[in-house]
């Protein structure tokens, strides 16, 4: 058997034993959409370099974990301990923890809710019939896309559920973890969900933390929707802080409404294989999207982003810039695609991807494309591969200022644009501090 | 069709203001090509051996070449054998002053706009007048020879200066380099050459001013500048003709040599026949335009306003030899009714921390086609080489094309390039905005496409800048300015 | 100030306005609400004169005089100002002098001398206090980078510095998080007047906890099919279009 035929075999093998343990609800019509997510991915299976989407990551490293036999960790629930580190530590309106794609009640907090809107477990919007479940959820993911849309969508059972309602703002961010618990052998395979509705003129930040069991070679297959109504106005930020041997492949929608903002926001820093892609609609005229995002890898991390911003009405804006800081042998990787539909007259789409090579092994593949079907749109994309400004370091150095340390400042002035768009004070000061340290760690190794 | 684009429309019409010609006797050759013409050319010019076998050279070489078809312009056939290669006006002896040059053609240079008398020119810029195939009279020669700089028309160089023709000659575009640069090697006829020695700067404007009058005739010239170690000049040529219904040829050669902290800025106003409003005439403008930063530290920079001619179709660019050598393309491009133009740039980077900035601007009205075409090659040596790219087209009316074709050639991987492109459409929404906040419609024309064109203009000698900006209210705008 | 009869517009020969009658007075403030396609922005730009429009029954009359008659510019010039629901950019053009060449047409219309570059600058200081704008917005290219936010908010930065006495408002609002809602409405609310007037075409409710209006109107079908209060709008918001839609269908189906 080949590696991808065993891997896909686990997947069967999970999938068998949560059929078992469901009990004679095999029937119900979200169980039927979970076999057809299963045969889907059967047929799809897993993507591979000779896809051109999958060009520049290979799967390899992920087919050769040894995965545990059952979809579920035995119940060794990981202690405040183990998630203390990644809680937000600033104002927010509630702390959800997800263990595993599952909600975990006694981890999470409920701080300053508005009575109206709901943020929770999945599980249990479905179990009460919630509308935003029956009208949302999986109906913007394209199961075809790729076999880990499919497979998320076969094991969905729980998840994270944020229901605004029109005219409600929350004010305060809600801030989510999730977390990955792998503390056996074997490492253990996860997949949360999210599903995100902003009602008409409804505001709402949502931060996101990933991480999980520190050694463990876990594998996190994420996916999240979101729904933005007319002149909602949303935010989300997705800190991914795996460690250096776990696997995370993210899918990523968002449907943007009329006169709607949103901003969406990823900071990577984990992760030994990362594969994150993004598909942001903006689907009604005078919408305005924003798709910012950081990655650093080191040592032989890879980070891959792919995104894809779909014009379709017009008078619409996107503004996207992805940076990345590349240290030790890591490989890095940028597409992104815009395309501009016949209807999307006047659009404003802005692209940009620059990286910055610190050290002379890691190595980047950048991919702008415009595909442009209207023909009154202004659309501008740029990309840079670069290494420190010499002359800029000397500079520094000249005034006295320490190399380590001048190198330091220059590469975290690389990053700051991205930090700066940060509207929640407290992440900002946060993303601050650790882009320092995660840069201090860079230049304090020998080279 | 809206009101606004009927203003537009109107508003881009206009008349070809320097469409007359001048009544003077003219020493032509026959029309055609041949080793004769060559032959009859170089005698004309009382030329030493070695320029003569360089031209037969080139000629030999052009027989052998293809006319290229890869660009976006389209034209018919042209007939070589159909174009008289030299035409001057004639005279008994070269004039030795400005006072014994005929003053028919004083006369036409004033009605252009450049009179030639030192006192009533402008001051601090000194003029080359190139009339058909020769230079007919150079202004402030003396003052700049106090300083060591050569301004001088092409034939004289070759006669005074042979050495340094014989150096710098073909060392930049050589005679084999594409099909027009043959042909010119072959039969160029006359031009500027600049020389400013080391550590000078040259303390005016130089400009050469071309001026096609016969019919039929082609104009061939040729343009060499050398800036020696730390030396500066900036130069600017213009260009007119009259209105013919037939096209006519002008495919000249430009070479720049900077050597060592040398800065060379050159400036082009382009203002030849565009043909009329059914397409009918104009100028095919052929020319190969190349400066070489030879030393370290150099610098050339190129800004064209291209607004005339019936297709346009050059590419003026730098080889960055020299280490930390800056390379600048900056460009508007105006074509209008039937106008064509494929025009761009080439930053060859081979030196290393060499730099290159191309800012291109193209607009395009009526049923006009305009494309913006540019290399930016890094060598395997270039460490560290930068380039910023930057190509905008502006559409005015819906039945004009703008294309834009960036090319990268990376061999290094040091290298940072960056690269925008906007293409928008001037109309409805911008022009009512500024009427709603009481602005006229033909301010507001004028206000948008100078604003388009700022980051190039900013870059022209101050004099030529306003000039250039008339230049495009004219083009586009008629009423205005 | 404005009065509007039986006005109707089409543009491409389909017909948009279908009879719209509507009286503004000096000091007023009125909400035009209705649906995504009722013809709220075709009103707002048939009165600003955009020639994309074409009036093909009704009067417009604006202070005394016949408005359809007048030029966009010259309805500019007499004191009509539309706040665009797309403020347009305009590349190399900075801010202060789009907003001098603006304010100078307008002087020269009225016989004014025109104002030198220092003295408006001091005025355009002054103005820009009202939507707490930054001074880099003045030398930036008029909209040219701007977010969505910050192009509405120099919308009303125009506004101030225009003076005008009708405001024709399209959905200032829409797109706008509360900060900015909040700066937008108090900059309009601080260039209230009893000489001025004020038309706020709006989609959301919410903008008019911000602006208080005198009265609301409801255009659905290029017609107004109801005005009233400031209760009207919380009506709408609740209950949706459905009910006008329903009513006002009937009533052309009868």
């Not at chain 2, 053609?105 to 450049?114: H, P």
């Not at chain 3, 417009?60 to 706040?83: H, I, N, P, Q, W």
């Not at chain 3, 040219?144 to 910050?150: A, D, L, Y």
């Not at chain 3, 509405?152 to 829409?174: C, G, W």
Request: charged content about 25%; some cysteine; hydrophobic content about 35%.
């Amino acid at each position: 058997m080949t590696e991808k035929q065993n891997l896909s075999q686990t997947f069967a093998e999970h999938f068998a034993v949560l059929e078992k343990k469901l009990n004679g609800k095999s029937s119900t019509p979200q169980h039927k959409a979970r076999q057809e997510a299963m045969n889907r991915f059967k047929e799809v299976g897993f993507p591979s370099i000779k896809d051109e989407e999958w060009k520049y990551t290979s799967l390899t490293p992920l087919l050769k974990v040894h995965f545990q036999p059952v979809a579920e960790v035995p119940a060794l629930a990981p202690v405040e301990e183990d998630i203390a580190q990644y809680r937000a530590g600033y104002p927010a309106a509630a702390e959800l923890v997800f263990l595993n794609g599952a909600f975990s009640a006694e981890l999470s907090k409920i701080f300053a809710l508005p009575d109206n809107v709901f943020a929770g477990a999945m599980a249990l919007a479905m179990e009460d019939n919630h509308p935003a479940i029956e009208r949302h959820l999986g109906k913007h993911v394209k199961l075809d896309d790729n076999g880990f849309v499919s497979l998320n969508s076969a094991f969905l059972s729980d998840g994270l559920l944020i229901d605004v309602p029109d005219n409600t703002q929350i004010e305060l961010p809600i801030h989510v973890i999730h977390y990955t618990s792998s503390p056996g052998e074997d490492a253990v395979v996860a997949h949360p969900r999210k599903l995100v509705v902003a009602g008409r003129s409804a505001s709402v930040k949502i931060i996101e933390t990933h991480a999980g069991t520190a050694g463990s070679s876990y594998f996190t297959n994420y996916v999240s929707e979101t729904v933005a109504a007319d002149n909602a106005q949303v935010e989300t930020y997705l800190l991914q802080h795996h460690n250096e041997d776990a696997f995370q492949i993210t899918n990523r929608y968002a449907v943007l409404g009329r006169d709607t903002n949103a901003k969406f926001f990823s900071f990577d820093f984990g992760g030994r294989l990362v594969r994150n892609d993004f598909t942001m609609v903006m689907n009604g005229e005078g919408g305005e999207g924003t798709l910012n995002g950081l990655f650093m890898p080191r040592g032989d991390q890879h980070i891959d982003n792919h995104t894809l911003i779909d014009h379709a009405k017009p008078h619409c804006d996107s503004h996207e810039l992805y940076k990345g800081i590349l240290d030790g042998e890591s490989h890095g990787v940028f597409s992104g695609k815009i395309i501009v539909r016949q209807d999307a007259q006047k659009t404003d789409a802005k692209q940009a991807n620059n990286n910055l090579l610190l050290s002379k092994k890691a190595l980047v593949d950048t991919k702008p494309q415009l595909e442009i079907f209207a023909d009154d749109v202004k659309c501008t994309h740029g990309a840079t591969i670069g290494r420190m400004d010499e002359l800029a370091l000397f500079y520094l150095r000249s005034r006295g200022i320490p190399a380590r340390e001048a190198n330091n400042v220059l590469s975290y002035a690389f990053a700051s644009e991205l930090v700066e768009g940060v509207s929640v004070e407290g992440l900002r000061n946060q993303l601050d501090d650790y882009i320092h340290q995660r840069l201090e760690e860079s230049f304090s190794q020998e080279k | 069709m809206s009101e606004e684009l009927k203003t537009i429309e109107t508003l881009t019409k206009s008349e070809y203001k320097y469409g007359w010609t001048t009544d003077i006797e003219a020493d032509s050759a026959p029309p055609g090509l041949s080793e004769d013409i060559v032959r009859f050319i170089s005698a004309k010019k009382e030329e030493p051996e070695w320029l003569l076998e360089w031209r037969l050279k080139a000629y030999r070489r052009w027989l052998e070449m293809e006319e290229p078809d890869w660009q976006n312009v389209h034209y018919p056939r042209i007939d070589y054998q159909d174009i008289i290669y030299y035409s001057a006006p004639k005279v008994k002896d070269r004039p030795k002053s400005l006072d014994e040059v005929d003053p028919e053609l004083l006369a036409t240079y004033e009605k252009l706009g450049i009179p030639l008398k030192e006192q009533e020119m402008l001051a601090g810029v000194a003029v080359d007048a190139v009339f058909d195939s020769v230079s007919v009279a150079t202004t402030f020669k003396e003052k700049l020879a106090e300083q060591g700089i050569i301004f001088c028309s092409f034939s004289e160089a070759v006669h005074d200066y042979p050495e340094l023709v014989k150096k710098y000659l073909g060392s930049v575009v050589p005679h084999s380099d594409n099909f027009f640069a043959a042909l010119n090697s072959a039969v160029f006829s006359d031009g500027s050459f600049v020389f400013v020695p080391k550590g000078v700067r040259c303390p005016m404007e130089l400009s050469t001013y071309f001026r096609i009058n016969s019919a039929q005739t082609g104009q061939f010239e040729r343009t060499l500048i050398v800036a020696e170690e730390g030396a500066y000049v900036s130069y600017l040529e213009g260009c007119t003709a009259p209105m013919r219904d037939e096209n006519q040829l002008h495919a000249a050669v430009v070479e720049l040599v900077a050597l060592d902290d040398a800065q060379i800025k050159y400036s082009t106003v382009q203002n030849w026949y565009p043909g009329d409003e059914h397409g009918k005439g104009g100028i095919y403008n052929f020319v190969t335009k190349r400066g070489k930063c030879a030393g370290v530290n150099s610098k050339i920079s190129w800004t064209q306003v291209e607004t005339g001619s019936a297709i346009t179709w050059k590419y003026p660019s730098c080889i960055l030899q020299g280490d930390n050598s800056v390379g600048e393309f900056y460009s508007v491009a105006v074509t209008n009714n039937f106008q064509q133009a494929d025009t761009g740039t080439k930053m060859i980077h081979l030196g290393k921390n060499t730099k290159s900035t191309i800012i291109s601007k193209g607009i395009s009205a009526g049923k006009s086609q305009n494309t913006y075409r540019g290399l930016v090659k890094i060598g395997k040596n270039a460490e560290n080489a930068r380039n910023f790219s930057q190509c905008d087209s502006m559409l005015m009316g819906d039945k004009c094309g703008a294309h834009t074709f960036p090319y990268l050639e990376i061999k290094n991987e040091t290298a940072q390039i960056e690269h925008e492109a906007t293409t928008s459409k001037i109309g409805e929404d911008q022009i009512f905005y500024c009427n709603q906040r009481g602005i006229s419609t033909e301010d507001a024309v004028n206000m948008i496409v100078n604003g388009f064109c700022k980051e190039v203009f900013r870059e022209l000698p101050m004099e030529f800048a306003v000039e250039a900006q008339k230049l495009l209210g004219i083009s586009l705008e008629g009423s205005v300015g | 100030m404005l009065e509007i009869k039986n006005l109707h517009a089409s543009v491409e020969g389909k017909e948009i306005l279908n009879g719209i009658d509507l009286t503004v007075n000096a000091g007023e403030v009125h909400a035009i609400m209705g649906p995504n396609g009722s013809g709220k922005s075709t009103l707002a730009q048939v009165l600003a004169g955009h020639e994309g429009f074409e009036v093909t029954d009704g009067s417009v009359t604006y202070e005394g005089k016949d408005m359809l008659e007048l030029s966009a510019e010259d309805r500019a010039c007499e004191g009509v100002f539309l706040a665009f629901q797309y403020p347009v950019e305009i590349p190399g053009v900075s801010n202060t002098y789009f907003l001098r060449a603006a304010v100078n047409a307008q002087r020269k219309y009225h016989g004014e001398e025109e104002y030198d570059a220092v003295d408006f600058l001091s005025l355009v200081k002054e103005k820009m206090k009202i939507v707490e704008m930054d001074e880099k917005f003045l030398n930036r290219a008029v909209n040219q980078g701007f977010s969505g936010g910050e192009k509405k908010r120099n919308e009303i930065f125009h506004m101030a510095v225009l003076n005008p006495k009708l405001s024709i408002l399209d959905e200032t609002d829409s797109g706008l998080d509360i900060d900015a809602l909040r700066i937008v409405a108090g900059g309009v609310n601080k260039l209230r007047s009893k000489d001025n007037a004020i038309v706020l075409v709006t989609h959301y409710q919410r903008l008019l906890n911000y602006i208080e209006p005198d009265f609301v109107h409801v255009l659905y079908g290029g017609k107004i099919v109801k005005s009233g209060g400031k209760e009207l709008a919380l009506e709408l918001e609740d209950q949706g279009y459905d009910n006008i839609r329903e009513a006002s269908d009937s009533a052309v189906a009868v």
